[in-house]
């Protein structure tokens, strides 16, 4: 299986806000992002499926870079839910909430959302149905947390660890098995 795991562009939002499952508009550089993007992707896209999160700033983004594929969105791909953290400054989240997630996060959810390791399955469940539909290659414009979920599984890198992987906005990453 050949994937191109592509994270979506700056989003318009002030830096230290908690914004995960929130749907947010890009910022004025996206259309600068996407000419970069494309330069990193594969020339012949025919045998591409191509699949993206709902959420705004990964659907735009799969319509700007593919405007004549079928492109399928999927929930399961979409970023880590915080629950009653969205929209909140890191900073204001009180200590007795956020301390207990930062400490183990791979099983402790956000309070009112869920943990790595629920995004982790999902993003499992995922790929596993593209492999059972035999799938061989593919595109999928996602968010940090899912594409690190995905790298985990495909390079077997424990969840805890799977943080040391940095994915900048409009990263494009390829990973095949």
């Known amino acids: 299986m050949e994937i191109y795991l592509i994270r979506h562009t700056k989003p318009a939002i002030g830096k230290g806000i908690c914004y995960g499952q929130s749907d947010l508009a890009l910022a004025p550089t996206f259309s600068k992002e996407v000419e970069i993007i494309t330069s990193k992707l594969p020339r012949t896209l025919a ?3 191509i699949f993206t ?45 956020i301390n207990p997630w930062m400490e183990d996060f791979v099983r402790v959810p956000c309070p009112g959302g869920e943990s790595y390791r629920q995004l982790y399955d999902r993003c499992v469940a995922f790929i596993t149905e593209l492999q059972q ?18 790298h985990a599984l495909f390079k077997d890198i424990p969840l805890k660890d799977s943080f040391s992987l940095k994915v900048g906005y409009g990263e494009v ?3 095949e098995n």
């Open 173 to 175: 990453l390829k990973l």
């Open 53 to 97: 999160s709902p959420l705004t700033r990964c659907s735009q983004l799969a319509k700007a870079l593919f405007p004549r594929h079928d492109v399928k969105a999927d929930s399961r791909l979409m970023e880590l839910h915080f629950g009653t953290w969205e929209m909140k400054s890191w900073n204001d989240i009180p200590k007795e909430e």
């Open 47 to 49: 045998p591409f499926a």
């Open 133 to 150: 539909q035999k799938t061989d290659k593919a595109i999928i414009i996602t968010h940090g947390g899912p594409i690190r979920a995905i």
